[in-house]
T-cell receptor, first 115, second 114 residues
Framework: DQQVKQNSPSLSVQEGRISILNCDYT??????FLWYKKYPAEGPTFLIS?????DKNEDGRFTVFLNKSAKHLSLHIVPSQPGDSAVYFC??????????????FGQGTILTVHP | EAGVTQFPSHSVIEKGQTVTLRCDPI?????LYWYRRVMGKEIKFLLH????????ESGMPNNRFLAERTGGTYSTLKVQPAELEDSGVYFC????????????FGQGTRLTVV
């Protein structure tokens, strides 16, 4: 049973426009959410995160929104740049448990930004 | 400062053979994680070390997988004997803090079992 889902395998946007990547989760114990970015032949790189006590976190061109009641989060990139083209993974961390650092990832969304 | 490094970057082995993957975490990072991504699907947690102790190995698929972290420095992940379904990209990550938010990932080892 997949607890973190990214239902869009791919997204294509024009340079300068907004990119919106979505993520849904099912586990109510998740209390911290992260977005990672991955280029081919590289490992995932941390991008931005949000605690469950917040509904928005912004870092430059990147903003993450969290809707706890809907168990949904989204990553907004404005303006999108060709260098943003990569695979974006949504990840979540559960409170408690034996391994608080354990992350549960979604399947990833391939973002392509066209010049 | 060197990042997380993994060896080898690629490995192609035959079914039934043994393969050992190595991860060198960032110096000073007590927490070390192994993850795996199979066939373009989600990245799945395998296990978590705190120093040399296994904190959580709930994600290990079966007893053909053995992870060690002797001395609390580098870690190895051995697959013996390898099966076709073990193919995928194995990622190692390390963090200084107890949380995954500060985890830095290596470039991964792509394992192909034929």
């Amino acid at each position: 049973d997949q607890q973190v889902k990214q239902n869009s395998p791919s997204l294509s946007v024009q340079e300068g426009r907004i990119s919106i990547l979505n993520c849904d989760y099912t586990n109510s114990m998740f209390d911290y959410f992260l977005w990672y970015k991955k280029y081919p032949a590289e490992g995932p790189t941390f991008l931005i995160s949000i605690s469950s006590i917040k509904d928005k976190n912004e870092d430059g061109r990147f903003t993450v929104f969290l809707n706890k009641s809907a168990k949904h989060l989204s990553l907004h990139i404005v303006p999108s740049q060709p260098g943003d083209s990569a695979v974006y993974f949504c990840a979540a961390r559960a409170a408690g448990g034996t391994s608080y650092g354990k992350l549960t990832f979604g399947q990833g969304t391939i973002l392509t930004v066209h010049p | 400062e060197a990042g997380v490094t993994q060896f080898p970057s690629h490995s192609v082995i035959e079914k039934g053979q043994t393969v050992t993957l190595r991860c060198d975490p960032i110096s000073g990072h007590d927490n070390l994680y192994w993850y795996r991504r199979v066939m373009g699907k989600e990245i799945k947690f395998l296990l978590h070390f705190v120093k040399e102790s296994k904190q959580d190995e709930s994600g290990m698929p079966n007893n053909r997988f053995l992870a060690e972290r002797t001395g609390g420095t580098y870690s190895t992940l051995k697959v013996q004997p390898a099966e076709l379904e073990d193919s995928g990209v194995y990622f190692c990550a390390s963090s200084q803090a107890w949380t995954g938010s500060e985890a830095f990932f290596g470039q991964g080892t792509r394992l192909t079992v034929v």
